[in-house]
Each structure stands twice: as structure tokens, then as C-alpha cells.
């Protein structure tokens, strides 16, 4: 293994790792850590510390009094910053190093499903567009522990990784993490379609369209109106994004 410094190449990786694993799953028997560390040349413990690292930046585990490991270097903080600022950038960047150390085509290495791409000018962007959905929903559902955040569903098959501010709305916020809830299929379709919604404080609230006497909507939608989601252990909903899926998406008639 090496014993070099790290490269930007290798903190890269190890930062696309701690996007996809919950931290407290960030220890060096986790054999996507040592898939990594075989990966990038690194021991599973360095790998384990570089995510520990990295949680030493991480404001939301401070705001649950967990503090990371206290030493690390100037480019985990330049990484990061790099990570915050643009995350349609280096998420795509992350995945195209991580396909070069697998010797993958990067389609295969992010794991997309059902990759048919055209061909020509347009499978560029095609493949980003895709490579960088696959990264946002393995974010979102990694921060919930892929578990709905209303229901409390936890089989991954069954889990959307939801935007707050619609993909056509935000371009710049599009693989940002804090627009992102994970909810189950069903919960998902009536977020989208504004049937319900999430309150800056974090509450359920269904639209009265959904609100009558049968059975099965008491079930699956009124029971959850009023009730707090389970938050994320990182990357907590945004409360600008929440409010503007209050005022311009939720149908509340």
C-alpha cells in the first residue's frame, strides 16, 4: 500500500465514499471501504480516517455533537469546498476518477440501470445528466439511512431520492443534497405532483384533495398531515427550498 500523500485524485474518491455510506459505517471493516482502499492503493484504516476527516467539516454531525476526527489536511477542506460550491461538477468528476481506477465505462462504474444512450453529439450529456442522478439519489438515501422519511419504509427498491426544487427549476441545486428527501414511490409521485408538501419546520401537510373519508387514503395520507419527518443524519431539507415547494408546488385546495 502506498505511504505517499494523498493525491486530489484519491481524496476525490474517498469523498464520493463519504457521500454514499452513513458515517457511523465510515470504519475500515466496511467493505466498501475496502473495496476503495484496494481501489486507490490506500490501507481500509487510512481510508477510514480520510472519511473521518472529512466529518471534522461536516456542520450537520457538529449540530448532533459528533465531531470527526480532529487532524486532517488543506486539501480535504479544499475538496469539500470544491464538493459544496459546484456539486454538479465534482459529483460527475468523482464518478469519471472513480471509472478510471475500476477501468470501467462510467456508466457501468455509477451503476446506472438500463443504460441505453444514444449516440452522436447528445450522449454527453446524456450520460452526465444520468452519472449525476445516480450520485444524487445514492447521497440523499445514504443522509436517510434508505429510510422514507415520512413512512419510515426502508427497502431501498422502493425509495426515490425526491427533489424539493423540481430538476427544470434549479439548475444550480440540482445534486445539491439538502434539495433532496427520501420518500417511498407513492409519497414521492403525490410530493411531485403538489398533493403534499413539507413545511420550513419540517411538518407534513396534505392537500385537501386528499383529504376525505376513504379508508385508504386515511391510511397512506391523512394520519401522516401534521407529523415531523424523520431528518436526515446529514444534509438536513434546505428551508428556502422547503418554502418554495409550499408556495409554488403544493396544491392545497
Not at 397512506?220 to 427550498?241: A, G, T
Amino acid at each position: 500500500m502506498s505511504s505517499n500523500n494523498w493525491t486530489r485524485e484519491q481524496t476525490i474518491i474517498a469523498f464520493n465514499l463519504y457521500c454514499k455510506i452513513p458515517f457511523s459505517k465510515a470504519v475500515q471493516g466496511n467493505p466498501q471501504v475496502i473495496e476503495i482502499a484496494n481501489l486507490i492503493n490506500r490501507t481500509p484504516s487510512a481510508v477510514a480516517m480520510k472519511l473521518g476527516n472529512f466529518g471534522r467539516l461536516d456542520p450537520d454531525l457538529r449540530a448532533r455533537g459528533i465531531g470527526g476526527l480532529k487532524n486532517g489536511s488543506k486539501l480535504e477542506e479544499v475538496i469539500w469546498n470544491e464538493f459544496h460550491h459546484d456539486w454538479e461538477q465534482l459529483a460527475y468528476e468523482s464518478e469519471r476518477l472513480l471509472s478510471e481506477f475500476k477501468q470501467q465505462p462510467i456508466e457501468m462504474s455509477a451503476e446506472i440501470e438500463d443504460y441505453i444512450f444514444p449516440l452522436g453529439t447528445e450522449r454527453d450529456a446524456f450520460v452526465r445528466n444520468r452519472v449525476n442522478q445516480a450520485f444524487f439519489r445514492k447521497l440523499v438515501l445514504s443522509s436517510y439511512d434508505q429510510t422514507c422519511c415520512i413512512t419510515g419504509l426502508h427497502i431501498p427498491e422502493l425509495l426515490i431520492a425526491s427533489h424539493i426544487k423540481p430538476w427544470k427549476d434549479d439548475t444550480q441545486n440540482r445534486l445539491n443534497p439538502k434539495n433532496g428527501l427520501c420518500l417511498n414511490a407513492l409519497h414521492d409521485k403525490a410530493f411531485d405532483r403538489g398533493l403534499l408538501t413539507i413545511t420550513p419546520d419540517y411538518r407534513i401537510h396534505i392537500s385537501n384533495q386528499l383529504k376525505c373519508a376513504d379508508e385508504i387514503m386515511k391510511a397512506y395520507f391523512q394520519k401522516y398531515h401534521n407529523k415531523v419527518i424523520s431528518l436526515p443524519q446529514r444534509y438536513h431539507p434546505d428551508k428556502e427550498f422547503l418554502q418554495y415547494h409550499n408556495d409554488v408546488i403544493f396544491v392545497d385546495r
